[in-house]
């Protein structure tokens, strides 16, 4: 289905409660990532961005919180980024989008907390995934050395490790957050990391 496409995403949620016979969990993750400057982009590529990174938390949120309602409440996930907090060069639709997304978030969080639905976003760094396809090699190795302190790649597991947790009734106190899980990279105040030992 096409997250973007409104009438879609309220089928989906009719078709899953006359399947399973309730809603407990909801995912938003799609998203694309170009790059562009407020210039550079044009207005019709923006709404693309904004459309399928933004509105879609918008829509999800919107069809499925009444599901939830009916039976008891439910956890609602946002793949965001951290992007989404604060953006990077040349991407200034995706960040806008992300930042929107994030705020939704809160928003749906505190809306309904006392329907007993919990709402979060995940802020991935850089994950090895599809999207980052293109990006291979020493380039991709030069820009985790420059930007990430933790010496390995993030891989979708480590994304679906927090989402599973976030579900769970362990983390029933946690809602309206930004879960960063990025290898550190957004605790660093500069973006040029250096290693402690590179440094000596
Ligand atoms: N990979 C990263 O480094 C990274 C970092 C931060 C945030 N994110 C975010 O994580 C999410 C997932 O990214 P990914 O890395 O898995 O990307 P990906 O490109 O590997 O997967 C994106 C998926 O979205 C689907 N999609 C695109 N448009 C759609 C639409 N209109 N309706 C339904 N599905 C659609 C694509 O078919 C694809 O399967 C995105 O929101 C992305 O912005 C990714």
Same mark, same amino acid.
Not at 39 to 59: G, H, I, N, P
Not at 96 to 113: E, H, N, P
């Given at each position: ?80 980024? /951290? #992007?989404?907090?604060? $953006? ?7 960040? !806008?989008?992300? *930042?929107?997304? %994030? ?42 050395? /420059? #930007?990430?302190?933790? $010496? ?7 994304? !679906?490790?927090? *989402?599973?947790? %976030? ?34």
């Amino acid at each position: 289905m096409d997250i973007t496409n409104e009438a879609a995403v309220e089928a989906l949620f009719d078709d899953a409660v006359a399947t399973f016979g309730r809603l407990d969990v909801y995912f938003t993750i799609a998203g694309i990532s170009p790059v562009g400057t407020a210039v550079t982009t044009s207005y019709e590529d923006y709404k693309k961005v904004v459309a399928l990174d933004m509105d879609s938390v918008f829509l999800g949120s919107k069809y499925c919180i009444p599901h939830m309602i009916k039976t008891g409440g439910g956890v609602i996930l946002n793949l965001v980024g /951290t #992007y989404g907090i604060r $953006p990077t060069p040349n991407k200034l639709s995706y960040s !806008a989008a992300k *930042a929107g997304a %994030l705020s939704i978030t809160r928003s749906v969080a505190i809306d309904f907390a006392r329907d007993n639905i919990r709402c979060n976003a995940i802020c991935p760094g850089f994950v090895n995934t599809p999207l980052n396809n293109g990006f291979e090699g020493e380039a991709r190795q030069r820009f985790l050395n /420059t #930007y990430q302190p933790a $010496p390995f790649e993030i891989q979708a597991k480590d994304i !679906a490790e927090t *989402a599973l947790f %976030l579900a769970s009734d362990e983390a029933r106190a946690i809602t309206g957050q930004a879960i960063v899980v990025d290898g550190g990279t957004e605790a660093s105040l500069y973006l040029n990391y250096k290693r402690p030992s590179a440094d000596k």
